[in-house]
């Protein structure tokens, strides 16, 4: 799925990219990266296009989601090095 379309499911499912993000438990950073290869990820969007069609036939699912106890990713790449200290060693 294309980026713009991810963002419009979002939307028709009436969150904004950073409360999906939350939701899921993913940084929204994480997640606004991908507008960088105009490219989503196939889990991402089926979860996006669920959400929407729940909310659309009146469906809550905020509640079924958040009873799932995910927990938050922990970070890698960039994000662990800026937290490392000038000169500090791994």
């Not at 939350?22 to 997640?31: A, D, F, G």
């Amino acid at each position: 799925m294309r980026y713009e379309e991810f963002k419009r499911q979002i939307a028709k499912a009436g969150l904004t990219v950073r409360a999906f993000a939350e939701l899921i438990k993913q940084s929204p950073n994480s997640i606004t990266n991908y507008a960088g290869t105009d490219k989503v990820p196939a889990h991402l969007s089926i979860i996006v296009v669920l959400l929407a069609e729940m909310k659309e036939a009146g469906i809550e699912y905020k509640t079924a989601i958040q009873k799932l106890d995910l927990q938050t990713n922990k970070p890698r790449g960039r994000s662990i090095n800026k937290k490392k200290k000038i000169g500090e060693r791994e």
